[in-house]
């Protein structure tokens, strides 16, 4: 009898337990929304109904569009609202909640904000970059000079914010605080404050700091997003600094292994993917790779499964039956076999960044020129279904593409599309 309470008292608290460690996420719907980068899972993979095969007007209806000033961070989609953000008068860096049936303003927030980057990135603009991460309760937003800002998704008044650069005595990053915040029940993990930082999602205490590097042009700041993963047994936090790859224990931020990543002017930007118990990244003006994790009794072991010559630079590869799907700096798509590192083709020139966004065997790609491209994932060749200049302005913001909607986030404003599925 013992025996069985003890069960019960064990399966009631293992059940509390997940519903506290997942407060303020129950409400979300990955069906129904975009709730951070790369979307539900991180990962530009969705669900939702089967998408066409071409791009034409007759399958990709606009709805309706708003002007907004200058930002490359990309939409994020609740049930109700769309969450855009913007850099006005080169000093203020603003938070607009959108009706996502009209585009109407439902409210904004704004705060006093900017950086001027470096002078060979200034034709990437000096704009609010990061993509901000909603849980369903809270929106947290990534402000150009360090710092991170909770608001309420339904108000947008201000819940806390966190001045890294103060709080750590860390100097401004040079291109400005680019990492996309990732939620994890009431855990809010980011590159920023020149390291890697955990914080309480419900009062912005800083819980650990991890990775922390020297300040310098080359190394200051960080340009990727991290990812959460079970890899080689182990549920950790997946990093890649300017210079470094690394597996982060989530509860006290311990190293458990470590990476270097070949890096030119410390550009390593990709989001690592996951692939099994190994990380695929690639870094600008150098190659791509694959890194096995393993674990033994000694502790984790991070080494090269194999490299290849092809040089990604700001794109994030989707993975689809385990190739990789990869822009690169050249401005050609290229697939990876995963498993052996062999490019299986290469395509022609398109634009010099593309957002990509995957379901079953098709791709879409939004470049930087405004073209949106309609990819089917197919190993063997190159394979593109449709195109369509779909935006007038630059379009650097990731793609958001939710059942039969999609959000194109262009450099001055955010346009909605309808998308016709066949029958």
């Known amino acids: 009898m013992i025996k069985v309470i003890q069960i019960i008292a064990f399966l009631i608290a293992s059940v509390l337990c997940a519903v506290i460690e997942c407060e303020g996420n129950a409400s979300l719907n990955s069906d129904r929304e975009w709730n951070q980068w790369r979307g539900p899972n991180r990962d530009g993979q969705v669900t939702?109904?089967?998408?066409?095969d071409r791009l034409t007007e007759n399958y990709l209806e606009q709805r309706w569009r708003v002007?907004?000033?200058p930002s490359y961070s990309g939409p994020v989609v609740s049930a109700d609202a769309i969450f855009v953000t913007e850099t006005r008068d080169k000093s203020t860096e603003v938070v607009r909640a959108l009706s996502r049936t009209t585009g109407k303003e439902l409210w904004k927030a704004e705060w006093s904000g900017a950086i001027s980057v470096p002078f060979f990135a200034k034709s990437r603009g000096d704009w609010i970059r990061a993509t901000p991460a909603y849980d369903g309760k809270s929106l947290f937003v990534a402000g150009m000079r360090d710092v991170l800002v909770s608001l309420d998704a339904k108000s947008g008044k201000e819940n806390w914010r966190v001045d890294f650069a103060k709080e750590f005595k860390t100097p401004l990053p040079e291109f400005g605080l680019v990492c996309s915040p990732l939620v994890d029940g009431n855990a809010l993990y980011i590159q920023a404050g020149n390291a890697a930082v955990k914080l309480d999602k419900r009062t912005g205490k800083v819980i650990w700091r991890a990775l922390g590097s020297?300040?310098?042009?080359?190394?200051n700041g960080a340009f990727s997003s991290p990812v959460l993963a079970e890899v080689a047994g182990r549920r950790q936090l997946i990093v890649q600094t300017r210079e470094q790859l690394?597996?982060?224990?989530?509860?006290t931020g311990k190293v458990l292994w470590l990476q270097n990543v070949p890096s030119f002017r410390g550009m390593n930007i990709l989001t690592p993917v996951v692939f099994g118990d190994a990380i695929f990244t690639s870094s600008y003006q150098n190659k791509s790779w694959l890194y096995r994790?393993?674990?033994s009794t000694d502790g984790f072991a991070v080494g090269?499964?194999?490299e290849n010559n092809a040089q990604g630079y700001m794109s994030t590869p989707v993975v689809i039956d385990g190739y990789a799907y990869l822009h690169l700096g050249n401005q050609r798509f290229t697939c990876i076999n995963l498993k052996t590192g062999e490019r299986t083709w290469t395509s022609k020139p398109f634009g010099k960044y593309v957002s990509l966004v995957a379901q079953r065997d098709r791709i879409l790609a939004l470049d930087e020129r405004g073209v949106l491209l309609l990819l089917k994932?197919?190993?063997?060749?190159?394979?593109?279904?449709?195109?369509n200049p779909i935006s007038e302005d630059e379009a650097w913001a990731h793609l958001a593409v939710v059942g039969d909607e999609l959000f194109v986030r262009g450099l001055n404003g955010l346009a909605v599309y309808h998308w016709r599925t066949p029958k």
């Open 246 to 251: 690394a597996g982060l224990d989530l509860e």
């Open 48 to 52: 939702g109904p089967v998408w066409p």
């Open 67 to 69: 002007d907004l000033g």
């Open 293 to 295: 994790i393993s674990k």
């Open 377 to 387: 994932a197919n190993p063997k060749e190159f394979e593109l279904l449709s195109e």
């Open 214 to 219: 020297e300040s310098g042009i080359m190394s």
């Open 304 to 306: 090269e499964a194999w």
